[in-house]
């Protein structure tokens, strides 16, 4: 038992590391243009998928546009060309970072606001008095004592 447990332990340890990606055949006229391409479909998402990468989906839809891509870049189309003509056909929801404009605001700067009122309810739970007796007056104070002293 314990060495089957040892054997399965070891089999996790070599095969989680692994990463298998989608291989395409498209020849590139040079390796930075490959690596380029590649990087490059890392960034956009799969339009069908909708929680993949172009490279990691398996879908007809990111096939293709992982090919134009490629194709794209071999032709010698800069980054911002390339997600320029993506983003007017399919929106900014094909970027996993989208850009700072009016409508991705609330997106971009929800953790600040956020953090920013999780701070202001510690700070006032901070600030709080801690006892009940803190909360008294002079006069409720002074008659709290003579109550202690007058106890048994």
Do not use: H
């Not at 990111?62 to 490629?70: G, S």
């Not at 956020?114 to 901070?126: D, E, G, Q, S």
């Amino acid at each position: 038992m314990i060495r089957q447990l040892c054997r399965f332990i070891l089999l996790l340890m070599i095969v989680l590391p692994l990463r298998a990606e989608i291989v395409d055949t498209w020849q590139f006229k040079n390796a930075e243009n490959q690596e380029r391409a590649v990087n490059l479909a890392k960034q956009l998402r799969c339009p069908q998928c909708q929680n993949q990468n172009l490279v990691e989906s398996t879908s007809p839809i990111a096939r293709d546009l992982r090919l134009e891509v490629y194709r794209m870049v071999d032709e010698g189309k800069s980054n911002d060309e390339i997600v320029t003509f993506m983003t007017s056909r399919f929106g900014d929801f094909v970027l996993y970072k989208p850009r700072l404009n009016a409508q991705t605001a609330l997106l971009w700067f929800s953790p600040f606001i956020l953090l920013l009122i999780a701070l202001l309810a510690i700070w006032r739970y901070l600030r709080r008095p801690r006892s009940p007796a803190a909360q008294l007056n002079e006069q409720q104070k002074s008659q709290l004592a003579e109550l202690l002293e007058k106890k048994p």
